[in-house]
């Protein structure tokens, strides 16, 4: 009778002790063989993982599983209409799968791949993009679309996070129709501890001016990202962009340890433009200085037939300088019913040694909201707004008083 007890006894721990390995096995897999990355068939599985290798620095090549704080999925599978098929984890992006893996939403997740993606949907004469093109407004933002080998494509931007959805079962233009799916939803993981904190941007400033030693106003001066991680970082304070002041300084706030030795100045954002690097510029007080020789951007926009040019004045009609000037475009609500002002900026930049702001951005006669601000020696800011809305197709010109 002991004996059958003992054996017994022995038994049901065998069975427990495998029951309880089988609680902490979930289905994971890596992608590829050559390629670094994970797949989970839910998001269960997902967070069991994160449990597992909290602390872990790199898990599959992946470094920032353990400190997963959220995932965004489609809102259509937040509300109950599809189930998800499978999560891929890579270096670079996280994949959702849904509707038995016809749908793919993609988080691109390193920031200089997402702005080039999210450009990309902007230029005319790009080959991809020049395939069936098509736009609409969804929920309150821009979604762009277009084609290719394996379906239709949209692309769009929700705060500082860029999104692709794909649609395998669609082919074809005439056969596009996801755009209410265009809407992404996070929830929350476990990944982050109460002690851990994101990594810090330091500040870095780039001073350019002409031959002459003269400051250039409204130079774009744009860092890239080389690397892939994305670890756990404190993105509220980060510029990886900035537009020269009257003293021809832009002040970045990057992640040094991310960022490469090139940088790249504008004359008009994102367009053309020098490359420059760093490690060879000379440094003085902490400030990068590089020699612009290119067209002053001021004669580059006197030459636009599409342009916007303001000159600030005082109540002596002397200039204001180092003004700071931003301009939002009022979203696809021409009645001026609901004032419901949209990131990102249309034009931004500063009022030079004579009061002039100026930009070259392209403008579509929609209205446009000018925030100015004004620092003063001891810091404190003083903003105005103006209400102005410029014409297509033509030259704006505007005095404005200070």
Not at 3 to 32: P, Y
Not at 201 to 219: A, F, I, S, Y
Not at 354 to 361: L, P, Q, R, V
Not at 371 to 381: A, L
Request: hydrophobic share 30%.
């Amino acid at each position: 009778m002991s004996r059958s007890l003992s054996l017994l006894t022995k038994t049901a721990a065998a069975v427990l002790l495998i029951g309880s390995m089988n609680m902490n096995v979930w289905a994971e897999k890596a992608i590829s063989d050559s390629l670094p990355g994970v797949e989970y068939d839910s998001v269960a599985d997902l967070e069991n993982c994160i449990k597992n290798h909290k602390g872990k620095r790199k898990h599959s090549g992946i470094s920032y599983i353990s400190s997963m704080e959220r995932l965004f999925i489609p809102q259509s599978v937040a509300d109950g209409k599809y189930e998800i098929s499978s999560i891929e984890l890579t270096p670079t992006a996280i994949h959702v799968y849904f509707d038995n893996g016809n749908i793919r939403l993609t988080q691109i997740l390193s920031s200089s791949m997402a702005r080039d993606e999210y450009k990309m949907q902007f230029e005319s004469d790009n080959e991809i993009y020049a395939t069936n093109p098509e736009s609409k407004e969804v929920n309150g933002r821009m979604v762009y679309s277009t084609h290719d080998c394996l379906g239709e494509v949209y692309c769009w931007k929700q705060g500082e996070d860029v999104f692709i959805l794909e649609n395998f079962a669609e082919k074809g233009s005439e056969n596009r129709n996801s755009y209410h799916l265009c809407q992404a939803s996070s929830i929350a993981l476990p990944g982050k501890s109460k002690t851990e904190k994101g990594a810090q941007p330091k500040p870095r400033k780039v001073q350019v001016v002409d031959k002459e030693g003269n400051p250039v106003t409204n130079l774009c001066v744009k860092t890239t990202d080389y690397t892939d991680s994305v670890a756990p970082k404190d993105r509220s304070k980060e510029r990886s962009y900035a537009y020269t002041d009257e003293n021809g300084i832009a002040e970045l706030c990057v992640f040094e340890q991310d960022i490469s030795d090139v940088f790249d100045v504008h004359a008009i954002a994102w367009e053309g433009g020098e490359h420059y690097s760093f490690r060879k510029s000379k440094q003085a007080d902490g400030v990068y200085r590089v020699v612009w020789e290119e067209e002053k951007p001021l004669k580059t926009v006197e030459k636009e037939k599409e342009s916007v040019i303001m000159r600030f004045t005082d109540k002596e009609q002397n200039p204001v300088v180092g003004l700071q000037v931003a301009a939002y475009r009022e979203a696809d609500d021409l009645s001026h019913k609901n004032s419901d002002w949209k990131m990102p900026e249309v034009l931004q930049g500063y009022t030079d040694g004579k009061g002039y702001f100026y930009s070259a951005e392209k403008i579509d006669g929609t209205p446009l909201k000018f925030v100015v601000t004004k620092t003063g020696e001891s810091g404190k800011k003083t903003t105005k707004t103006y209400h102005i809305t410029p014409e297509n197709n033509k030259q704006n010109c505007y005095r404005m008083k200070w």
